[in-house]
């Protein structure tokens, strides 16, 4: 498994690489600190599984930047990671195609559950952002705003279809063969069982 940190702050990921360590057997970080480093690893490593993503890297422009890239390398499952949780922010970086938003105060804690939901095809929000996103939709005058924020919504689905049909078409026989018995509802020890592999490979 290979994946992405992107943040200027060598700490933060340093701790990034201590938690996900655990995903996999084996896991290959590559890193950025800058949206020039993080552009250039994208292009020279294709076969990236993950990327988690600070916002407020040097020459970042928030959640276009983010767009720009689901649309270049639509298979690579993008996470922002982000000192800032603004909802907005956070609705943001949803429509461009992110596939899911941690704040940095709970990285501690959530990112292992919250990137196997991701590598899964699922998005993650903490409860508390999927509170406050509720909120504001209910709070939120209708304005012609609305209608532009409709049209991004629209394409972001689109994208984010694309972007799922890719990573399908991505999968290994193997990769495959795990994902049809998953949806069949096996445990991942069955699965491991009935393809004869260890239980952290399936995982």
């Known amino acids: 498994m290979k994946i992405l940190l992107a943040d200027d702050h060598a700490l933060i990921r340093s701790g990034l690489r201590s938690e996900l360590a655990a995903l996999a057997d084996?896991?290959?970080?590559?890193?950025?600190?800058?949206?020039?480093?993080?552009?250039?690893?994208?292009?020279?490593?294709r076969d990236l599984d993950l990327?988690?993503?600070?916002?407020?890297?040097?020459?970042?422009?928030g959640a276009r930047t983010i767009a720009v890239l689901r649309l270049e390398y639509p298979a690579v499952p993008l996470v922002v990671v982000s000192g800032q949780d603004d909802t907005r922010q956070v609705r943001d970086v949803l429509r461009a195609g992110a596939s899911g938003f941690i704040p940095k105060s709970a990285v501690g804690h959530l990112v292992l559950p919250a990137i196997r939901l991701v590598l899964a095809g699922g998005q993650y929000l903490p409860p508390q952002l999927i509170a406050a996103l509720h909120q504001d939709e209910q709070n939120s005058p209708s304005s012609t705003d609305d209608v532009e924020s409709t049209a991004d919504l629209q394409r972001a689905q689109a994208a984010k279809q694309a972007a799922d049909s890719g990573r399908a078409g991505s999968l290994s026989p193997r990769q495959?063969?795990?994902?049809?018995?998953?949806?069949?509802?096996?445990?991942?020890?069955?699965?491991?069982?009935q393809l004869n592999m260890c239980e952290s490979t399936v995982k």
């Not at 084996?26 to 292009?43: K, P, Q, Y």
């Open 51 to 61: 990327a988690l993503v600070d916002l407020t890297m040097p020459g970042m422009d």
């Open 26 to 45: 084996a896991v290959d970080f590559v890193e950025a600190w800058d949206a020039d480093s993080l552009r250039r690893i994208f292009a020279q490593h």
């Open 176 to 193: 495959e063969e795990v994902f049809v018995l998953m949806a069949k509802g096996l445990s991942n020890k069955m699965i491991a069982y």
